[in-house]
């Protein structure tokens, strides 16, 4: 960045023009630091409520300790501004909790609605980040300010015009979808009713629900039947929740965990990432809660509903069980046991040279080359055939060992099988060939939901359970 | 990238305030816009996106008027802080000339500022750019809570985390008073358009 000798008066030029355009606004006017503004001229300090300064703490919103009730609120938002997730916003509604607790009841009362926006928000950006305004945070600020400021003051009825009425309409309109049912937020979250006071409604409010803590998270939960059925309805109810909660499982497995996993390890995904992330814990908040309202009739292997295909009638769909979600499953046995694996990602299956055989706990492609100037590209099919050869040459998959120990030594006729799916790859030494298997021909699925296994979920043919290994969890 | 039209004689030159969420890049983008002539800025813009989570960035432009026939235009832009925006930020800085990063002086903020500093190092790697080759200058903001309760670093603090490295100019700032918000936009700015003319080997003769 040095200038060069006949730019020199150019760029002097050019520092003198920014001198004359900055110089004048820099200076004591607004070199010193402004004086923290002061809690009595509150109609003036709520008509600029921009830049948010930090309001002193009256006497009654000090802690034990001395410290400023509010600061755990102010930090939580700090982190929350950096980063919106579970573990903060948690943080920041325990906060917000804490300083209610410090309020005076009457003016705790009066505020309800406010604490109640507040929480609520809190609680939108929890559940769906994605539909939340980045202003969010700096909405919440102000209504800790506001709080602030009515905790300073001697007559809240002062305030409630300049301060209360705009921060609650911020707070309203910083809130996307405000609930569906209203009265799962209390009375006090409800929007004002037309030509009912604000006073007046915090009155009423006052009288029905005294000083109301802040709803929690199972209160917006759909909540389950009060009244439990019995008999046959009782039964079916049972059967269908079960299933209800089969199909959460494998949404979760099959779909959800996925998605999320792609999603993390893409870069520019974080975004979708996190709204998957948050998917999936609400669909197994819900699976836990119907799990839990369930109780001892929860059967953990109950079978997913079946669904009839188009055109079907409900008692053909029944016998062609068309939960499995693959039309065709490769069968064989492995290690004395019958197992299934994905047509769609076997790259490799054949009975190879005996050096492969040699190859131990892990397999370098390239030993699947056939003869010294071969491709491993032309052995291979699926996945891997697009890969360059360079990169095959370089790629070693991992050895699956069925009995467990340490040294596992194939047979010196057993085919191999390699599945692959994106960049995760496993070997398999089979006892004998693949043999195609049509799910349609009636066979009971059921999923697993643990992403870790290699195990996506067991078909039961003939009475046999045959479990289904993918690269999905990789 | 800088925007040199020579046909109409004009030099845009890309400013972005980097740093951390709630540090105060957007005061100080909105201290430099109430306090300039109008003649002087344009409109400040707030970007959202519709339907989707809003995302935004700030874009003040700032005409440092007419030096040797050319139209010097500086454009001031902010990135949101939050961790999730990582996208946001990224294309923002596309085509920077000049950084101001802007550092929260909190305590509990302190691991933020360094991984804010390696996320915009990292970023610009992935445009082909090196920090260390880019005016850069170093706001420390909120000096004006050194003297509350509150726990802040001191300079020598925000020195050894964020400047042993690059050992820019700093400026000690309070966005929400104004105080150093000039001064560090009058350093950037005589650095981002050297930095722009002499990359562009812009030759002007009297």
């Not at chain 1, 996993?261 to 819900?286: D, S, V």
């Not at chain 1, 491993?376 to 050869?389: A, H, K, M, T, Y």
Request: aromatic share 6%; net charge negative.
């Amino acid at each position: 960045m040095t200038d060069k000798a006949p730019d020199r008066d150019f760029h002097d030029e050019i520092d003198d023009a920014i001198d004359n355009l900055f110089s004048p606004r820099m200076g004591s006017d607004l070199g010193k630091p402004a004086e923290t503004p002061s809690l009595q001229p509150v109609a003036q300090a709520a008509a600029d409520p921009a830049p948010v300064t930090t309001a002193p703490v009256p006497g009654s919103l000090l802690s034990v300790d001395g410290t400023d009730a509010f600061a755990p609120f102010d930090e939580a938002l700090l982190s929350l501004d950096w980063e919106i997730s579970p573990g903060n916003i948690e943080k920041a509604r325990s906060a917000l909790k804490e300083i209610q607790g410090f309020f005076e009841v009457d003016k705790a009362v009066a505020l309800t609605e406010i604490f109640a926006l507040m929480d609520r928000l809190l609680e939108v950006m929890a559940i769906a980040p994605q539909s939340v305004s980045t202003s969010a945070p700096k909405t919440l600020q102000e209504g800790l300010q506001t709080l602030r400021v009515a905790a300073g003051a001697d007559d809240l009825s002062l305030v409630e015009k300049t301060l209360i009425d705009p921060t609650l309409s911020e707070l309203r309109s910083a809130i996307p979808n405000i609930p569906k049912d209203y009265s799962k937020l209390g009375q006090t979250a409800q929007p004002k009713t037309q030509g009912v006071s604000g006073i007046e409604q915090k009155t009423e409010a006052a009288a029905v629900t005294p000083v109301q803590s802040v709803p929690t998270e199972e209160d917006v939960l759909p909540e389950l039947p009060v009244v439990a059925p019995s008999g046959t309805s009782a039964a079916v109810l049972i059967e269908t929740v079960n299933g209800h909660i089969a199909v959460l499982g494998k949404c979760i497995a099959k779909r959800i965990v996925p998605i999320e996993n792609l999603f993390a390890k893409t870069p520019g995904y974080e975004k979708l990432h996190a709204i998957h992330t948050e998917l999936r814990e609400r669909m197994e908040r819900q699976k836990q809660n119907l799990i839990k309202a369930l109780g001892v009739d929860y059967q953990a292997d109950a079978p997913l509903p079946l669904e009839p295909a188009a055109g079907q009638s409900e008692k053909s769909a029944v016998s062609t069980a068309a939960a499995c979600p693959w039309q065709n499953v490769a069968l064989a046995s492995w290690g004395g046991k019958k197992v299934g694996f994905l047509p769609e990602q076997i790259v490799y299956q054949k009975k190879p040279a005996e050096r492969v055989r040699k190859c131990g706990s892990f397999l370098p492609m390239k030993k699947l080359k056939r003869g010294l100037f071969g491709k491993i590209s032309f052995v291979v099919q699926g996945e891997l055939s697009f890969r360059d050869e360079a990169t095959l040459n370089m790629l070693t998959i991992p050895v699956a060992n069925p009995s467990g120990a340490k040294e596992y030594t194939p047979r010196a006729d057993s085919p191999l099988l390699i599945l692959f799916k994106e960049n995760s790859g496993m070997a398999f030494w089979l006892d004998e060939p693949t043999e195609q298997f049509d799910t349609s021909t009636g066979c009971r699925w059921e999923p697993v939901a643990d992403p870790t296994t290699l195990v996506a979920g067991n078909l039961t043919v003939n009475g046999e359970i045959v479990p289904v290994i993918t690269m999905r969890g990789m | 990238m800088a925007l040199i039209d020579l046909s109409k004689k004009e030099i845009h030159c890309k400013i972005v305030y980097y740093g951390p969420g709630r540090c105060g890049k957007t005061t100080n983008l909105l201290t430099v816009h109430s306090t300039m002539a109008d003649n002087a800025r344009g409109k400040m813009l707030t970007i959202e996106t519709k339907g989707d989570r809003t995302l935004f960035f700030d874009l003040l432009p700032l005409n440092l008027g007419t030096i040797r026939g050319f139209n010097i235009r500086i454009q001031l832009y902010t990135v949101p802080g939050q961790v999730m925006y990582a996208a946001t930020r990224k294309l923002v800085l596309k085509g920077v000339d000049g950084l101001v990063f802007v550092a929260d002086p909190l305590q509990v903020r302190r691991e933020r500022n360094i991984e804010s500093l390696e996320d915009l190092r990292v970023n610009l790697l992935d445009y082909g750019l090196k920090l260390e080759e880019l005016p850069l200058v170093i706001q420390y903001n909120k000096r004006d809570l050194v003297d509350t309760p509150i726990p802040t670093l001191t300079v020598a603090e925000l020195d050894a985390d964020l400047n042993s490295v690059f050992n820019v100019k700093t400026f000690e700032a309070s966005a929400v008073t104004g105080m150093g918000v000039f001064e560090t936009l009058r350093e950037i700015s005589k650095q981002t358009v050297r930095y722009v003319t002499n990359k562009h080997l812009l030759h002007v003769t009297k």
